[in-house]
Structure formats: C-alpha cells, structure tokens
C-alpha cells in the first residue's frame, strides 16, 4: 500500500483478510530515505559510510532508488511469510519481520542486495 513513509524495506501490506500490516524485511537494511531526527541522520551517514557514498543527499537517493525497486516488486501478487516477531527498532510504529516472494517467485530481500540497494545485516 502507498505510504509516504514506506522505504526499501518496510512497508505496509493489506492483507487477503483485510488486516493491514507494517512489514519489514529480514535480513536486509536499505539506505534511509529521510533524516529528520539526530538518530536518523547517524544512522543515515553510517549506511552511507558503507555504501561508499560521501554526500548525504545522494545517499538518500539510492534509498529512494530502493524504495522505488521494492514498489515494483510489490506490484504484482506476492507472498508473505511471517511470524510477526516485533521489528520495531527505533520506529514508533509496530511491525513485523516477514519474507517476501515476488510474483516471480523471488526473495524481494535477495533482489534489494543483489541489485547493490541494500546490504546484508542480520542481528548484533
């Protein structure tokens, strides 16, 4: 579903019994695509940082890019696997990891790290 806060790897999803659901990918982090608070901007020059990419403003971009991709992606029919363990993190909306395959049959998360649009990251 559309959201303004939606990004590469968290989302809202309607589900076939009409529930809506926050999502957020295992397994994978996108770059930002806002830094409106002091963790926000620490946390966006750290995934810049290791996407080697200088200017702040570029590196939302490609969280963009990514927000963009994963919008395809969701365009058509696609699975969820979850057992809504709470993702929350530092945002104040309740969500759930999940897995996602693609109408192709693909993990949406594999497509993000192999497109160069989000890392690998699994629990500290």
């Known amino acids: 579903m559309e959201t303004p806060w939606a990004d590469g790897d968290s989302f809202l999803v309607r589900f076939p019994d009409g529930k809506e659901h926050v999502l957020r990918l295992y397994f994978v982090d996108c770059i930002e695509t806002s830094a409106s608070t002091t963790s ?14 200088e200017d702040l403003r570029l590196a939302v971009e490609f969280g963009q890019r990514a927000t963009d991709f994963t919008r395809q992606q969701l365009a058509e029919p696609f699975t969820v696997s979850t057992a809504f363990a709470d993702a929350r993190g530092r945002s ?13 049959g693909k993990d949406l998360g594999r497509l993000l790290v192999e497109s160069g649009l989000a890392r690998a990251m699994g629990l500290g």
Not at 40 to 52: H, I, N, S
Not at 92 to 104: D, E, L
Request: charged content about 35%.
């Open 92 to 104: 104040g909306k309740p969500r759930s990891y999940a897995f996602i395959r693609t109408g192709g």
């Open 40 to 53: 926000d901007k620490r946390r966006l020059r750290e995934q810049a940082r290791y996407f080697g990419v």
